[in-house]
């Protein structure tokens, strides 16, 4: 357990960083809550903040603060609890005085389905239950069929490698698909759409592919919304049609999700980031009009409603099914619906508000310490305007006096990723950012995050450079 002395500690901070008082006793989590009320006013009473924190199990150690959940979103109890529960109950054992057959939980994947696709505000006959995101794309990649003339995927320097690989490995096997990218660093989002759309304008004879990440690695938030609006447009006028894929790892969990506002025709999201869902869940939205567009690769079980040799014969599914091909893992998605519960009983909007809070403390903490001193800046990768922000923040720091860059990946796994407070050591769970040929490091900030976990990175960045 971390002994500290809170005076102590309130004048470290005070004099190394210039931080304002807080109050230390919640660095110090109380036991492990099995509930939680929600029904506490959040913009009075902190207390619901602080029980939604000790939700995670991992903030019962006081020595380690994870800032990682743009890759790996740690799950609740109750979304354990919930796995743990489903596992013995599809296996016949007794949960809560109850026992039921052994089954493969095949007729809870609807309502699961039906919990996802309310909160991304579709249709359940809309969405397919997938493993990742990753699988979502290759889903929509592979599914694209053949035309008289070659695809261009128009898409961002800013995708991550599960996106690129699966429209690389397209372009290279079948030879079908030119691939042109942009590059959107620094812009607003009104100088992003624009430059989307004049790249678009250029291309009035080919059948185009828009893929873009919701929010990218690096924390930079695309406008999917207005670009969906321009594109549905544009496309009246179109004899080859733009097909609009949005990437939402990023962005499932962190904010409101509607992608009809989005006007996109899919969109693929993980389970297991920001909604802090299972890992191994995701979800595929394919809009209904484009679903005999999409061709199904692999098929099987539940994805038809006839398969047969004699007569030869397959009829897909007409929902978004034809896209599953076997039995799922029932027990993962009803740990998804449970975080989706979860954060619907917080509310989406006042996560988002939260989140974006203390992404925006640390930004204001990078700009107070670029101010106290000359030698060392430390600079925010987006640095676009407001509406360009999330819950990420990725920065990298430059040597004025060497006119050099530290090493973001050196910083992020061995320099900054250990502080220490009252000779007790604080582990710091960051992640190097390369995509883009960036060289930096990303902070995720999530609703187990207070200020005080905020204080404590930018505390480690700045003695950490007061040693260099």
Known sequence: MLKTSRKHFIQTFMATLGL???????????????????????????????????????????????????????????????????????????????????SDGSRDWENHKKTLAQFINCSSEEIVL?????????????????????????????EHVGNVAAWVNRSQKDGDMDIVTFSCNKLSQNECTDLIFDKLNALPDRPVILSIPHIASDGYRFPVEAIGVKISQLNTSRTHKIFYFIDGAQSLGMMPIDVKSYQCHAYAASGHKWLCGPKGTGVLYVHHDVQNFIQAQFVGAYSCSLASFSPLQIDLVQNANRYAYGTQNTQLFAGLAQAVHLFE???????????????????????????????????????????????????????????????????????????????????????????????????????????????????????YLALV
């Open 130 to 158: 997938t493993r990742n995101t990753t699988e979502g794309v290759n889903i929509i990649c592979k599914g694209l069929p053949k035309t008289n003339k070659k695809y261009i995927l128009l898409t961002s320097t800013k």
């Open 20 to 102: 304002s008082l807080f109050n230390f006793k919640k660095l110090l989590p109380s036991a492990f809550a099995q509930d939680i009320n929600l029904s506490n006013d959040f913009d009075s009473n902190g207390h619901a903040w602080q029980n939604i924190k000790n939700l995670f199990p991992h903030t019962r150690n006081p020595k380690i603060r994870y800032f990682n959940t743009a890759t790996v979103g740690p799950s609740s109890h109750q979304v354990i609890e919930k796995l743990c529960n489903t596992v013995k109950m599809i296996n016949g054992d007794f949960v809560d005085g109850q026992q039921k057959l052994p």
């Open 345 to 463: 009983s917080i509310g989406v909007d006042r996560i988002q508000s939260k989140v974006l809070s203390l992404s925006n403390y640390f930004r204001q903490g990078l700009k107070q310490y670029n101010q106290s001193q000359s030698r060392f800046h430390i600079h925010d990768i987006v640095h676009a305007d407001a509406s360009s922000y999330s819950a990420m923040v990725t920065f990298a720091i430059e040597d004025r006096l060497n006119t050099t860059w530290l090493d973001s990946k050196d910083l992020c796994y061995s320099k900054i990723n250990i502080v220490q407070i009252n000779n007790q050591n604080i582990h710091l769970r960051l992640r190097h950012i390369h995509e883009d040929n960036l060289d930096g490091v990303r902070a995720s900030f999530h609703i187990f995050h207070e200020q005080e976990d905020v204080d404590i990175l930018l505390l480690s960045i700045k003695k």
